[in-house]
């Protein structure tokens, strides 16, 4: 994928993204973790940054035990997704798992996906649009 994106190879790289933080066996995440950005990757969400393939790993499954684990919550995204050039934007959702509000979204982000030529993220940008309510 050396040049412009088709619609195969985003709706692809979005379900990949979407899987990585649902994935709850973590040799599998970390692979997944791979496959989907570059070594020298960064993630920058609330004020944080995450950077290198360990440092992604460990914000990945710091998210997957915070969020999913506790099976409070799955991770969705609203289904629509923009493209320009290499940039993949896109809104990743928390949907609560179960009880009487199961399905409904309790936090959003904006997501910010910038794509080297090959089709993994060098960087990601996270911009909550819905905040978690307080606890």
């Not at 998210?63 to 099976?71: D, E, Q």
């Not at 290499?86 to 959702?93: G, H, P």
């Not at 936090?107 to 309510?133: K, M």
Request: proline share 3%; no cysteine.
């Amino acid at each position: 994928m050396s040049q412009t994106l088709t619609t195969p190879d985003v709706d692809l790289i979005v379900a990949r993204y979407i899987a990585v933080w649902n994935e709850p066996d973590a040799g599998e995440r970390a692979r997944a973790v791979a496959g989907l950005w570059r070594e020298d990757g960064v993630e920058f969400v609330e004020g944080a940054r995450f950077s290198g393939l360990d440092g992604l790993v460990d914000r990945v499954a710091e998210a997957h035990t915070a969020f999913v684990a506790s099976g409070l919550y799955t991770v969705t995204h609203d289904g629509e997704v923009s493209v320009h050039d290499r940039l993949v934007v896109l809104t990743i959702q928390l949907a609560h798992a179960r009880g009487e509000h199961a399905g409904d979204v309790a936090w959003a982000a904006r997501v910010f996906l910038v794509l080297d030529a090959d089709g993994r993220i060098s960087e990601d940008y996270h911009l909550t649009v819905q905040p978690l309510p307080a606890a």
